[in-house]
């Protein structure tokens, strides 16, 4: 059966009238007839009696209305779903992110776009750090990514979407817990807890530099998976960790202080990251509402 002969059947079965069902359709009666005709021979049984006076579904046709109703339906609503999701309405967008101090951003542009465009699902990959969100996103497969950078890949779109700031993070009762700021240099001899080096983790690519600088390879005491269970291992007083503001922000732990590092003093930032050639109407609408939800903060001039 073709849809043409699924909308003139209904369209004969509803009217019990040719003529009318040929008005509704657009088009003269006889084609119409023959349609009829064309679609009882294909199916191998009459669908109406007719006479001059009127004309009846058949016990065949009876059968067939409710079927020839679920495609049309059916038909409808695919053409809805794709008309939805060529405005961005619907859709999928996949976002990776690092994890702690990235959650307030996460959950504040989660919202806004659930209550703007609820037809959109968001598909949320957490733990990807900087260098593997970047790479799912120029491959493919991430749509959008927050994630920091020294050099922006060619091929990336970018907007920042928060400013941080390096710390040094301790157990409570340490040498240094009472310092308003630490140098590296007064580090030289403390264990350090780390996220791992393969996710591509800046903070540790940091920590390995300032140490550098200041004349000394940092002692790895341990390393964990996230940052709760960095800052963890520092409140049982297993090392010290550098990390970023943001994230001992959006972590409750008890028995850790943070300080404000010396060195490094001018703020990095998070970047929203997304491919210059993604045609994705969701993702447009997506952006559209991180503008509102997660504004861009004042940069530098060269930046």
Known sequence: ME???VRAFLAVAEELHFGRAAERLHMAQPPLSRMIKSL???????LFDRTTRSVRLTAAG????VPARAVLESIETAERAVRSAGRGETGRVRIGFAGASSHLLIAALGQLVRERHPGIEMVLRSNTYSHAALRGVIDGNLDLSIARWRTRPEGIAYRAVAEEHFVLVVPTG???????????ADCRDEPFVTLPHDPGS???DVLMELAATAGFAPMIAQTAPDTWTSLALVA???GIALTYDTAVANVVQTGIVMIPLAEGRDPTYQYLAWRTDDGNPALAAVLAASEVALPTPELPADD
Do not use: I
Request: glycine share 10%; charged share 30%; hydrophobic share 45%.
């Open 3 to 5: 849809l043409y002969q």
């Open 40 to 46: 009882e021979r294909e199916l191998g049984a009459r």
């Open 62 to 65: 009876d059968a067939l209305v």
């Open 174 to 184: 340490h040498r240094l817990a009472g310092q308003r700021r630490v140098a590296m």
């Open 202 to 204: 800046r903070a540790r």
């Open 236 to 238: 049982a007083g297993v």
